[in-house]
T-cell receptor, first 109, second 115 residues
Protein backbone atom coordinates (compact mmCIF):
# COMPACT_ATOMS: atom_id res chain seq x y z
CA UNK A 1 0.00 0.00 0.00
CA UNK A 2 1.38 3.38 -1.00
CA UNK A 3 2.03 5.79 1.86
CA UNK A 4 0.02 8.64 0.36
CA UNK A 5 -2.92 7.96 -1.94
CA UNK A 6 -4.86 10.39 -4.08
CA UNK A 7 -7.49 10.13 -6.78
CA UNK A 8 -5.50 10.96 -9.93
CA UNK A 9 -8.49 12.55 -11.67
CA UNK A 10 -8.56 14.40 -13.95
CA UNK A 11 -11.13 16.71 -12.49
CA UNK A 12 -12.62 18.82 -15.27
CA UNK A 13 -14.62 21.78 -13.95
CA UNK A 14 -15.92 25.08 -15.33
CA UNK A 15 -14.68 28.42 -14.09
CA UNK A 16 -16.35 29.40 -10.85
CA UNK A 17 -16.93 25.85 -9.68
CA UNK A 18 -16.00 24.48 -6.29
CA UNK A 19 -13.86 21.38 -6.33
CA UNK A 20 -12.50 19.17 -3.57
CA UNK A 21 -9.55 16.78 -3.53
CA UNK A 22 -8.99 14.06 -0.99
CA UNK A 23 -5.93 12.25 0.19
CA UNK A 24 -5.27 9.42 2.64
CA UNK A 25 -2.01 8.50 4.31
CA UNK A 26 -0.99 5.19 5.84
CA UNK A 27 1.58 6.14 8.49
CA UNK A 28 -0.13 7.24 11.71
CA UNK A 29 3.18 8.72 12.88
CA UNK A 30 2.99 11.39 10.18
CA UNK A 31 3.21 14.81 11.76
CA UNK A 32 3.26 17.42 9.02
CA UNK A 33 0.97 17.80 6.06
CA UNK A 34 1.06 19.97 2.98
CA UNK A 35 -0.44 20.56 -0.43
CA UNK A 36 1.98 21.28 -3.25
CA UNK A 37 1.04 22.46 -6.71
CA UNK A 38 2.80 21.36 -9.89
CA UNK A 39 2.24 22.99 -13.25
CA UNK A 40 2.86 21.03 -16.42
CA UNK A 41 6.58 20.43 -16.97
CA UNK A 42 7.49 22.50 -13.91
CA UNK A 43 8.74 21.77 -10.43
CA UNK A 44 6.39 21.31 -7.45
CA UNK A 45 5.81 24.38 -5.27
CA UNK A 46 4.23 24.71 -1.86
CA UNK A 47 0.57 25.71 -2.02
CA UNK A 48 -0.22 25.56 1.68
CA UNK A 49 0.45 23.73 4.90
CA UNK A 50 -2.38 21.78 6.53
CA UNK A 51 -3.03 22.36 10.21
CA UNK A 52 -5.03 20.21 12.61
CA UNK A 53 -7.68 22.87 13.06
CA UNK A 54 -8.05 23.39 9.33
CA UNK A 55 -6.85 26.48 7.55
CA UNK A 56 -7.82 28.79 4.74
CA UNK A 57 -5.83 30.83 2.28
CA UNK A 58 -8.08 32.90 0.06
CA UNK A 59 -10.09 30.52 -2.10
CA UNK A 60 -8.25 27.48 -0.75
CA UNK A 61 -9.24 25.54 2.37
CA UNK A 62 -7.32 22.59 3.77
CA UNK A 63 -8.60 20.12 6.34
CA UNK A 64 -6.92 17.35 8.31
CA UNK A 65 -8.59 14.40 10.02
CA UNK A 66 -5.94 12.55 12.00
CA UNK A 67 -8.31 9.85 13.23
CA UNK A 68 -9.18 8.88 9.66
CA UNK A 69 -5.73 9.78 8.30
CA UNK A 70 -7.38 11.93 5.70
CA UNK A 71 -6.50 15.31 4.19
CA UNK A 72 -8.59 17.47 1.91
CA UNK A 73 -8.22 20.56 -0.25
CA UNK A 74 -11.20 22.66 -1.29
CA UNK A 75 -10.92 25.24 -4.07
CA UNK A 76 -13.75 27.74 -4.37
CA UNK A 77 -14.54 29.91 -7.39
CA UNK A 78 -12.09 28.02 -9.63
CA UNK A 79 -9.97 30.07 -12.03
CA UNK A 80 -8.37 28.99 -15.29
CA UNK A 81 -5.02 29.53 -13.57
CA UNK A 82 -5.87 26.86 -11.00
CA UNK A 83 -5.35 24.18 -13.67
CA UNK A 84 -2.45 22.09 -12.38
CA UNK A 85 -1.63 18.90 -10.50
CA UNK A 86 -2.13 19.04 -6.74
CA UNK A 87 0.18 16.88 -4.66
CA UNK A 88 -0.68 15.72 -1.17
CA UNK A 89 2.44 15.57 1.03
CA UNK A 90 3.16 14.14 4.47
CA UNK A 91 6.17 13.62 6.67
CA UNK A 92 7.38 12.56 10.09
CA UNK A 93 9.80 14.61 12.13
CA UNK A 94 13.26 14.68 10.58
CA UNK A 95 12.38 12.60 7.54
CA UNK A 96 11.96 13.68 3.96
CA UNK A 97 8.60 14.59 2.49
CA UNK A 98 6.51 11.79 0.99
CA UNK A 99 4.46 12.86 -2.02
CA UNK A 100 1.24 11.45 -3.40
CA UNK A 101 1.03 10.93 -7.15
CA UNK A 102 -1.16 13.99 -7.49
CA UNK A 103 -4.63 14.95 -8.64
CA UNK A 104 -4.96 16.75 -11.95
CA UNK A 105 -7.36 19.69 -12.20
CA UNK A 106 -8.45 21.26 -15.46
CA UNK A 107 -10.56 24.42 -15.27
CA UNK A 108 -12.26 25.47 -18.48
CA UNK A 109 -14.02 28.68 -19.56
CA UNK B 1 18.19 35.23 -5.15
CA UNK B 2 19.09 32.13 -7.15
CA UNK B 3 17.02 29.08 -6.47
CA UNK B 4 18.12 25.47 -6.68
CA UNK B 5 20.12 25.04 -9.86
CA UNK B 6 20.16 21.75 -11.72
CA UNK B 7 22.08 20.75 -14.80
CA UNK B 8 21.63 19.64 -17.44
CA UNK B 9 17.96 20.48 -18.10
CA UNK B 10 17.71 17.68 -20.61
CA UNK B 11 19.86 14.60 -21.12
CA UNK B 12 19.47 12.03 -23.86
CA UNK B 13 21.77 9.05 -23.69
CA UNK B 14 22.05 5.49 -24.82
CA UNK B 15 21.57 2.46 -22.64
CA UNK B 16 24.77 1.53 -20.85
CA UNK B 17 26.18 5.02 -20.72
CA UNK B 18 27.06 6.83 -17.52
CA UNK B 19 24.86 9.79 -16.61
CA UNK B 20 25.72 12.48 -14.07
CA UNK B 21 23.14 14.95 -12.83
CA UNK B 22 24.23 18.02 -10.92
CA UNK B 23 22.64 20.20 -8.28
CA UNK B 24 23.54 23.42 -6.52
CA UNK B 25 21.28 24.00 -3.50
CA UNK B 26 20.21 27.37 -2.19
CA UNK B 27 23.00 28.92 -0.15
CA UNK B 28 22.50 28.33 3.56
CA UNK B 29 20.25 25.32 3.15
CA UNK B 30 21.51 22.31 5.07
CA UNK B 31 19.21 19.63 3.63
CA UNK B 32 19.31 18.34 0.07
CA UNK B 33 17.02 15.85 -1.59
CA UNK B 34 17.00 13.94 -4.87
CA UNK B 35 13.56 12.90 -6.17
CA UNK B 36 12.56 11.08 -9.34
CA UNK B 37 9.20 11.60 -11.05
CA UNK B 38 7.46 9.32 -13.54
CA UNK B 39 3.86 9.04 -14.62
CA UNK B 40 3.57 5.55 -13.18
CA UNK B 41 5.20 6.09 -9.79
CA UNK B 42 4.84 9.81 -9.16
CA UNK B 43 7.47 11.69 -7.18
CA UNK B 44 9.75 9.30 -5.30
CA UNK B 45 12.49 10.16 -2.84
CA UNK B 46 15.83 8.71 -3.88
CA UNK B 47 18.17 10.10 -1.23
CA UNK B 48 18.27 12.80 1.42
CA UNK B 49 21.37 14.58 2.78
CA UNK B 50 21.61 16.66 5.92
CA UNK B 51 24.78 18.71 6.43
CA UNK B 52 26.34 16.82 3.48
CA UNK B 53 25.77 13.43 5.13
CA UNK B 54 23.37 10.91 3.56
CA UNK B 55 20.52 10.36 6.02
CA UNK B 56 18.15 8.19 4.02
CA UNK B 57 19.15 6.40 0.82
CA UNK B 58 16.48 3.70 0.99
CA UNK B 59 14.92 5.04 -2.18
CA UNK B 60 17.99 4.52 -4.34
CA UNK B 61 16.82 1.85 -6.81
CA UNK B 62 19.95 -0.24 -6.96
CA UNK B 63 23.73 -0.18 -7.09
CA UNK B 64 23.67 1.52 -10.46
CA UNK B 65 22.65 4.72 -8.67
CA UNK B 66 25.01 6.71 -6.47
CA UNK B 67 24.84 10.20 -4.99
CA UNK B 68 27.45 12.41 -3.43
CA UNK B 69 27.53 15.72 -1.67
CA UNK B 70 31.19 16.71 -1.34
CA UNK B 71 30.35 20.14 0.07
CA UNK B 72 27.39 22.29 1.06
CA UNK B 73 27.02 23.83 -2.37
CA UNK B 74 27.12 20.84 -4.70
CA UNK B 75 25.64 17.39 -5.17
CA UNK B 76 25.69 14.81 -7.94
CA UNK B 77 23.49 11.86 -8.81
CA UNK B 78 25.17 9.29 -11.02
CA UNK B 79 23.66 6.40 -12.92
CA UNK B 80 26.07 3.82 -14.28
CA UNK B 81 25.15 1.98 -16.43
CA UNK B 82 21.93 3.69 -17.44
CA UNK B 83 18.86 1.73 -18.59
CA UNK B 84 15.70 2.80 -20.44
CA UNK B 85 13.64 2.36 -17.27
CA UNK B 86 15.70 5.15 -15.69
CA UNK B 87 13.99 7.64 -18.00
CA UNK B 88 12.26 10.19 -15.77
CA UNK B 89 12.46 13.73 -14.47
CA UNK B 90 15.00 14.00 -11.67
CA UNK B 91 14.44 16.83 -9.21
CA UNK B 92 16.86 18.19 -6.67
CA UNK B 93 15.43 20.14 -3.74
CA UNK B 94 16.92 21.92 -0.77
CA UNK B 95 15.66 23.18 2.56
CA UNK B 96 16.94 25.10 5.55
CA UNK B 97 15.09 22.57 7.68
CA UNK B 98 15.76 18.93 8.44
CA UNK B 99 13.24 16.95 6.38
CA UNK B 100 12.09 19.93 4.37
CA UNK B 101 8.62 20.73 5.58
CA UNK B 102 7.05 23.77 4.01
CA UNK B 103 10.51 25.15 3.27
CA UNK B 104 11.32 22.70 0.48
CA UNK B 105 12.46 24.33 -2.75
CA UNK B 106 12.82 22.38 -5.97
CA UNK B 107 15.07 22.94 -8.94
CA UNK B 108 13.65 22.89 -12.44
CA UNK B 109 14.55 19.24 -12.87
CA UNK B 110 16.56 17.19 -15.36
CA UNK B 111 14.56 15.36 -18.01
CA UNK B 112 16.48 12.13 -18.63
CA UNK B 113 15.80 9.93 -21.62
CA UNK B 114 17.70 6.67 -21.95
CA UNK B 115 17.32 5.12 -25.37
Amino acid sequence: RKEVEQDPGPFNVPEGATVAFNCTYSNSASQSFFWYRQDCRKEPKLLMSVYSSGNEDGRFTAQLNRASQYISLLIRDSKLSDSATYLCVVNQAGTALIFGKGTTLSVSS
Amino acid sequence: DAGVIQSPRHEVTEMGQEVTLRCKPISGHNSLFWYRQTMMRGLELLIYFNNNVPIDDSGMPEDRFSAKMPNASFSTLKIQPSEPRDSAVYFCASSPRTGGGEKLFFGSGTQLSVL
